[in-house]
């Protein structure tokens, strides 16, 4: 029945080195955390199958190095992407504004439709936080009508990491049908596009 096969959703995670990205995945697969971990180097991959509402969907996780070398490969893994969770550390107020500059980038570069989630990390830390979430939620506000999905989270301490890819879920748009109606709505977007540029 195709009703019971999973949705295939392609998410990246993206954002500066150290925030605990690989953590967050590792933490959602495979419920383990390390203390210590390495840099990632390019990306590694790595999927899930869960239920959310009763619809089996299956993630599929490019977890992404946030090294600035590494940088310029971030295209070939958020082409495609349904989604993509931007991480920051609240203890280093730079590792926000690397996330507002993801952010940017995925609105220039990444796919039209992306549901974009921030992911405030290393919540038990929250004696040395650096970065308010009143003033990331706001930011986070402003990302689309509806506001982008903003979830602080630990890795190490389980807080909310599968909410997140729970959340995250619900936000994506219907599946569309096959056939005749992908033609109608490739009519409406060139139409759209038009009236854009005046």
Not at 56 to 81: C, N, V
Request: with cysteine; charged share 25%; proline share 3%.
């Amino acid at each position: 029945n195709m009703a019971d096969e999973p949705r295939e959703v392609k998410v990246v995670l993206l954002g500066d080195t150290g925030v605990g990205k690989s953590s967050l995945v590792l933490r959602f697969v495979t419920n383990s955390f390390k203390s210590y971990s390495e840099s990632t180097i390019g990306a590694s991959f790595m999927s899930k199958l869960i239920t959310v509402d009763g619809k089996p969907i299956k993630f599929q996780i490019w977890d992404t190095a946030g090294q600035e070398k590494y940088h310029s490969l971030a295209p070939m893994y958020y082409r495609g992407a349904a989604a993509a969770i931007v991480v920051y550390d609240i203890t280093r107020k730079s590792s926000f504004q690397t996330l507002q500059n993801w952010v940017k980038e995925l609105k220039q570069l990444g796919p039209e439709d992306i549901v974009i989630a921030i992911a405030a990390n290393k919540s038990d830390l929250g004696d040395q936080r650096e970065v308010e979430s009143v003033a990331a939620s706001e930011y986070a506000m402003t990302l689309d009508r509806r506001g982008a999905l903003f979830v602080e989270t630990s890795a190490k301490e389980d807080t909310n990491v599968s909410q997140l890819f729970a959340d995250l879920s619900r936000r994506l748009p219907a599946v569309k049908k096959r056939g005749s109606v992908r033609k109608t709505t490739s009519l409406q977007s060139t139409q759209k596009n038009e009236s854009k540029c005046c």
